[in-house]
Each structure stands twice: as structure tokens, then as C-alpha cells.
């Protein structure tokens, strides 16, 4: 038996078929054998060269390999013109390394079927849901015009620090378990298992709560006398996300292309409304800036409304780290991914600040509405900037878009959540069925077990959803903030090992900008904000009015003991979590640090061939750069 069938791998040399009866290479006993060959020469210097193009979803590697002296030739493999001797070396053993190269198994079956427009509108607005358009008014009411825009551009500069973090070794590393991935390749194995097991837990309870928004949402266009059991349009959305999942990950793109057209759209159209409305242009009345300077604002609550602020804003901005998730599948990640996170930029300062300057200025951080206290379209901030200028059927329209922007976020939620299921099974850290898929590429017991979990969002409804939706997102909120933490540290442990091993960076093919000094501001703004959260967990505990209070006593201690639990719940319970389940695996495997000279940089790496260079490297007019630009 070979190295690879005992690790669970194979030769990642080109090859789409593992029984492949016309080519096989094991670089282990360094073994090639082929039925189609050219020899060249004759006598003892006859030498066979062996060539052959693997196809695999447009994913081509061009290999040949010479018999005399024994090499496997790529046309990728590193070309140096340096004079020094250290460097020499490091690149014969790079050749090794490149000639060694293996599929990580958790890249097995797996479809590269996403294009760059799909890349690049799932990185935009691919998890823009409601925690934009729904509780965006929360978090003004919470902390003032002035906090909450300060809240969302502290975490969008903690977050584009942490997508650059993730384009660099998403780049090279094109894995479906993504950056839980690569705490077993650079640290521990231990980190990989919580991190992985965590954030399948994140998306686990995600999916409920937003399909518990569903139903609230949906009993907006019901009269009140309604009997329409309200459990049917969660059921028929799993239904749907069932089926769009199975049919691949190209279906999954394409929808979610078209999706995020509608909600920038309806982002762009409310940006323009807003600023007439602030003007005075419709609606007859100028705003201004009068919302920033009444009583309280711009910062209502101090810091105190600011930090409590940021768990919600967490909420918001949270998948945008599945630009990771989906470079596994991306036709050509050298060029998809860089690209893909470059325009976090964009969705921070178009979608997030200006959206939320807009409606701080509009509306007044006392008005009761922007608490949104039934997650109603009615009562969305959104749509009450719409009815301000006069557009009487913009509550209709927010309901529809929001519920569109609902159902896909629920999409992406799905296809993260298989896909790390999936990466869980093929590191074996969950059961191997977990990593079956289709021929399509689809892991499909992972996605029966996501809809299992999908499922208890039915049970919900008769909690109540509003409760269960606010619950579940200090819970989601926190874990979000755990794992973009998690993410800087293994970049900056990845760095350590790649130059340990002799590499220089430029040979990385994305180099992410602001390193290191933007990683130390941006983990120190995460630190700020997970202390914070911690504290305010604790502070102000309820206590009990006593015997003999008043009935009103009574409910607003219930009511200030189910808020203190929560907070409590949400900050504490992923950081108690993922150390049991750290120091259980770290017991139990007896797993330890692994040295940087050991890390494994090479595995799964993403080979490009020449027709995806001439593809990066491809240059545009400048009228379709502007367009491309502004689109």
C-alpha cells in the first residue's frame, strides 16, 4: 500500500481519474509508468519523455515527465535567476515539492464551476441579509447615529484585515474547510478540530435564525385574522435550499449572482433616495444633519451603547469570510480570490457606512420604530426612509427584497455549512459518510445533515421567532468574532512557516497589503471588542424585586433575567465550547505544535496552467476596466 492510500490521499499530479489505467505516478517511490510514451536519443542516453493535459472543470494542469533524469516537469514550477547559493537549493527542493504534490483529500470530487462574476458578487453581498436591512435600526436606537457608524467602521476595519488574511493563503490553498484548515497545517491539529467544528455550529444556528425571520417576514402580507400556519414557508424554503444544493455548486453561483444584483439594486436605490430625502428633495422636509445634534446623540449610551453595539454589527458583516469557503470551487482562485476580497472595500464603505450614516441622519435614534421589535418590513428602517419620501408601496417592495435577501443568505448558509461538514469528514474529524458526494460534487449526506438542523428552525415558531431569532444572534455574533481572531493569528503563524521553510514572500501568488502592521491594529481592535463583550456579559446582573412587588416589578425582572442570560450565553458559550473541544482532542490524539520548518504549504496547493496565466494576466481596455469598476 502507498503513502497516499494510507493518508487518504493521491497524487495531485494532473489527473481527474484516482484508477486512471493510462497514467500513474507515485512521487513517493518516484515510479511512472505509462502506456503512450516518446523516447528521444538512443543507446544508454535514450531517454522518455511522457506528456499529458488533465482536464478537470476547466482546472487544467499540463504535465511531462523525462525518464533520464528522473523528473516530473511542470510548466508552473519556479524559475530562478539568482546567484546566490542558499536559494539554489531551496529551489531544487521546491522542485521536489512541486513534483510531491498532493490532493488534499478534502479537495476530492469537488466541482470548480464558480467564475469570477459569481466569486465577486458572493463576496459583495452574498450574506447580506437581515442583519443589514432589519436590525441595522437596532443598533442606531442602541447606540446613537454617531456610535453605530462608529461600530460599523471599526468592525469593517477589523474585517478587511481579516479578508486579506484570508485571500493570501485562500490563494495558494484552495481548501473547502477553508481557514479551519490551516490551523492543522501551521499550529495544531486540535485548533483545525474546534475551529471547524465551531464554525459548522455558527452556520448551524444561523440557518435557523434567519428562517425564522422568514416566517415573520411572510406573515407581513397576512391579515391578522390569518390561520396560514406560518411553520409552511420555513418548510418550503428547506425544501428549496435541498434542491438548489444538489443540483452543484454552479446553480448555487448563478442564484446567487442574480440575488446580489437585486439587493445592491435596492441598496443603490435606497442610497439615492436617502440622500433626496436628507435634502429635502422628496418627502418636503430637510433633515440634515438635525438627527446628530438632538439630546443624547450622536453617541447615545456612551461607550457602553457603543460596545454593545458591535455584537449586532458582528452579526451584519458576518460571512463574508466564505470567500474562503468558495475558492475550493473557483475555476481559477490565483485570480478569483485576490479579487473577490479586494471588493470587501467596497461592500464596507458603500453598502454598511454610507447605508447606516443615512439613516442615522433621517431618522432620530429615539424614534420607536427603528427598534423593529417584530422584525417587520413595516417597521425596517429601510422602509421607512422610503415612506418619508412618499413611496407608499416601498413597505410591499423591502418585504419582497428583504425576503429575497433572506432566502439567499439561507443559500449561502447551506452551502458553507456542507462544505464544512465535508472538510470535517475528510480530515476524519466526523464520521467519513460526511464526505460522500455526488457527481456533481455535491456532499450530499453532509447536506441531509444540515437539513436535519435546518429543521429545528420549525420548532421555533412556537417558541416565538422574534425570541429566538435575538438569541441566536449574540450566540452567532460572538462565534463571527471568534473566527476572524482565530483567522489573524494563523496568518500570522503562517508567515512565521513560510519563511521558515526558506520561501520568500513575493512567491506567494497574493500577497495581502498592510502586513504586518494591519494585522497587529486590526487583532488589537478584535481584542478590544471581545473584552468589551465579555465585560458587558457581566455587568448590571437583574435582581429580584422581593416578595410582595408589583406585577409590573415582577415582568420587568423576567425580562432583564432573560437579557442578562443571553448576553451571558452569547459572549461566554463559543470561547467555553472551543476549549473543551481543543483540550479534549489535544488529550485524546495527543496532538502537539507543529515546527514551521514541518508546516504543510504544499498539499492542495492550486497549480495554474497556461491558459489560466494568460487568463490572470490578461489586460482590458480602459472603458471595460471603468465599467468593470463601477459595476
Same mark, same amino acid.
Given at each position: 500500500m502507498s503513502r497516499y492510500e494510507e493518508e487518504g490521499r493521491r497524487p495531485y499530479n494532473g489527473y481527474d481519474d484516482y484508477n486512471d489505467p493510462y497514467h500513474s505516478h507515485d512521487p513517493y517511490s518516484d515510479q511512472f509508468s505509462t502506456h503512450g510514451s516518446t523516447s528521444h536519443g538512443s543507446g544508454s542516453n535514450t531517454s522518455t519523455t511522457v506528456g499529458a493535459i488533465h482536464h478537470h472543470n476547466n482546472f487544467n494542469i499540463r504535465t511531462s515527465y523525462n525518464s533520464q533524469n528522473n523528473t516530473l516537469d511542470l510548466?508552473?514550477?519556479?524559475?530562478?535567476?539568482?546567484?546566490?547559493?542558499?536559494?539554489?537549493?531551496?529551489?531544487?527542493?521546491?522542485?521536489?515539492?512541486?513534483?510531491?504534490?498532493?490532493?488534499? !483529500?478534502?479537495?476530492?470530487?469537488?466541482?470548480?464551476?464558480?467564475?469570477?462574476?459569481?466569486?465577486?458578487?458572493?463576496?459583495?453581498?452574498?450574506?447580506?441579509?437581515?442583519?443589514?436591512?432589519?436590525?441595522?435600526?437596532?443598533t442606531i436606537a442602541t447606540a446613537g447615529p454617531g456610535g453605530a457608524l462608529l461600530a460599523y467602521a471599526v468592525i469593517g476595519f477589523w474585517l478587511?484585515?481579516?479578508?486579506?488574511?484570508?485571500?493570501?493563503? !485562500?490563494?495558494?490553498?484552495?481548501?473547502?474547510?477553508?481557514?479551519?484548515? =490551516?490551523?492543522?497545517r501551521v499550529f495544531d491539529e486540535a485548533m483545525s478540530f474546534q475551529m471547524s467544528w465551531m464554525y459548522f455550529v455558527n452556520w448551524?444556528?444561523?440557518?435557523?435564525?434567519? %428562517?425564522?425571520? #422568514?416566517?415573520?417576514?411572510?406573515?407581513?402580507?397576512?391579515?391578522?385574522?390569518?390561520?396560514?400556519?406560518?411553520?409552511?414557508?420555513?418548510?418550503?424554503?428547506?425544501?428549496?435550499?435541498?434542491?438548489?444544493?444538489?443540483?452543484?455548486?454552479?446553480?448555487?453561483?448563478?442564484?446567487?449572482?442574480?440575488?446580489?444584483?437585486?439587493?445592491?439594486?435596492?441598496?443603490?436605490?435606497?442610497?439615492?433616495?436617502?440622500?433626496?430625502?436628507?435634502?429635502?428633495?422628496?418627502?418636503?422636509?430637510?433633515?440634515?444633519?438635525?438627527?446628530?445634534?438632538?439630546?443624547?446623540?450622536p453617541f447615545n449610551g456612551g461607550y457602553l451603547g457603543f460596545f454593545t453595539a458591535l455584537v449586532s454589527v458582528g452579526y451584519a458583516y458576518g460571512g463574508t469570510e466564505m470567500i474562503a469557503v468558495t475558492a475550493a470551487e473557483s475555476r481559477n482562485p490565483h485570480k478569483h480570490v485576490p479579487r473577490a476580497v479586494n471588493t470587501v472595500l467596497i461592500r464596507i464603505s458603500v453598502f454598511y457606512l454610507i447605508s447606516v450614516f443615512l439613516l442615522g441622519s433621517i431618522l432620530s435614534y429615539n424614534d420607536p420604530l427603528l427598534l423593529n421589535t417584530d422584525k417587520s418590513a413595516a417597521t425596517a428602517p429601510f422602509t421607512?426612509?422610503? %415612506?418619508?419620501?412618499?413611496?407608499?408601496?416601498?413597505?410591499?417592495?423591502?418585504?419582497?427584497?428583504?425576503?429575497?435577501?433572506?432566502?439567499? !443568505?439561507?443559500? #449561502?448558509?447551506?452551502?458553507?455549512?456542507?462544505?464544512?461538514?465535508? $472538510?470535517?469528514?475528510?480530515?476524519?474529524w466526523a464520521h467519513p459518510a460526511l464526505g460522500w458526494t455526488n457527481k456533481r460534487g455535491v456532499p450530499y449526506v453532509a447536506l441531509g445533515i444540515?437539513?436535519?438542523?435546518?429543521?429545528?428552525?420549525?420548532?421555533?415558531?412556537?417558541?416565538?421567532?422574534?425570541?429566538?431569532?435575538?438569541?441566536?444572534? #449574540?450566540?452567532?455574533?460572538?462565534?463571527?468574532?471568534?473566527?476572524?481572531?482565530?483567522?489573524?493569528?494563523?496568518?500570522?503563524?503562517?508567515r512565521y512557516c513560510?519563511?521558515?521553510?526558506?520561501? !520568500?514572500?513575493?512567491?506567494?501568488?497574493?500577497?495581502?497589503?498592510?502586513?504586518?502592521?494591519?494585522?497587529? %491594529?486590526?487583532?488589537?481592535?478584535?481584542?478590544?471588542?471581545?473584552i468589551s463583550m465579555f465585560y458587558l456579559s457581566i455587568r448590571n446582573p437583574p435582581k429580584y424585586p422581593g416578595q410582595g412587588a408589583s406585577e409590573g416589578d415582577l415582568a420587568a425582572y423576567r425580562q432583564a433575567r432573560d437579557h442578562?442570560?443571553?448576553?451571558?450565553?452569547?459572549?461566554?458559550?463559543?470561547?467555553?465550547? $472551543?476549549?473543551?473541544?481543543?483540550?479534549?482532542?489535544?488529550?485524546?490524539?495527543?496532538?502537539?505544535?507543529?515546527?514551521?520548518?514541518?508546516?504543510?504549504?504544499?498539499?492542495?496547493?492550486?497549480?495554474?496552467?497556461?491558459?489560466?496565466?494568460?487568463?490572470?494576466?490578461?489586460?482590458?481596455?480602459? =472603458?471595460?476596466?471603468?465599467?468593470?469598476?463601477?459595476?
Open positions: 510548466p508552473t514550477s519556479p524559475t530562478y535567476k539568482t546567484q546566490d547559493e542558499s536559494h539554489e537549493m531551496y529551489a531544487v527542493h521546491r522542485q521536489h515539492q512541486v513534483r510531491n504534490r498532493v490532493l488534499a !483529500a478534502e479537495q476530492e470530487g469537488l466541482k470548480r464551476d464558480l467564475r469570477l462574476r459569481h466569486m465577486i458578487m458572493i463576496a459583495i453581498s452574498g450574506t447580506i441579509g437581515t442583519g443589514l436591512f432589519l436590525t441595522s435600526g437596532i478587511v484585515f481579516v479578508c486579506q488574511a484570508i485571500g493570501e493563503i !485562500a490563494t495558494l490553498l484552495p481548501l473547502p474547510g477553508a481557514f479551519n484548515a =490551516w490551523g492543522g448551524a444556528l444561523t440557518i435557523p435564525a434567519e %428562517l425564522s425571520a #422568514s416566517a415573520v417576514i411572510v406573515s407581513f402580507w397576512l391579515p391578522d385574522d390569518s390561520k396560514f400556519p406560518v411553520w409552511v414557508v420555513p418548510l418550503l424554503i428547506i425544501v428549496a435550499m435541498v434542491a438548489i444544493n444538489l443540483a452543484g455548486v454552479k446553480v448555487y453561483g448563478e442564484l446567487e449572482y442574480w440575488f446580489s444584483i437585486l439587493k445592491i439594486l435596492t441598496i443603490i436605490l435606497f442610497i439615492v433616495c436617502g440622500i433626496l430625502v436628507d435634502a429635502g428633495v422628496l418627502g418636503g422636509v430637510k433633515y440634515g444633519l438635525t438627527a446628530w445634534t438632538i439630546p443624547g446623540a421607512i426612509v422610503f %415612506l418619508k419620501a412618499g413611496i407608499h408601496a416601498a413597505a410591499n417592495y423591502m418585504n419582497a427584497v428583504i425576503f429575497t435577501s433572506v432566502f439567499s !443568505a439561507i443559500n #449561502s448558509d447551506f452551502y458553507i455549512a456542507t462544505r464544512t461538514l465535508l $472538510s470535517l469528514a475528510r480530515n476524519g444540515v437539513t436535519a438542523c435546518s429543521s429545528l428552525s420549525l420548532l421555533t415558531i412556537f417558541i416565538g421567532s422574534g425570541a429566538v431569532f435575538i438569541w441566536l444572534v #449574540s450566540i452567532i455574533g460572538s462565534i463571527i468574532f471568534q473566527s476572524w481572531m482565530l483567522i489573524l493569528l494563523l496568518h500570522f503563524r503562517f513560510w519563511k521558515s521553510q526558506g520561501r !520568500a514572500v513575493k512567491e506567494l501568488p497574493y500577497v495581502s497589503w498592510g502586513y504586518p502592521y494591519g494585522n497587529i %491594529l486590526a487583532t488589537g481592535v478584535g481584542l478590544v471588542c471581545i442578562y442570560a443571553q448576553t451571558i450565553l452569547g459572549a461566554w458559550f463559543p470561547w467555553v465550547m $472551543s476549549a473543551i473541544l481543543f483540550f479534549s482532542y489535544k488529550f485524546v490524539k495527543k496532538t502537539k505544535m507543529i515546527n514551521a520548518e514541518d508546516a504543510d504549504l504544499d498539499t492542495g496547493c492550486f497549480i495554474p496552467s497556461e491558459e489560466d496565466k494568460k487568463d490572470i494576466e490578461a489586460k482590458s481596455p480602459f =472603458w471595460k476596466k471603468a465599467v468593470k469598476a463601477i459595476i
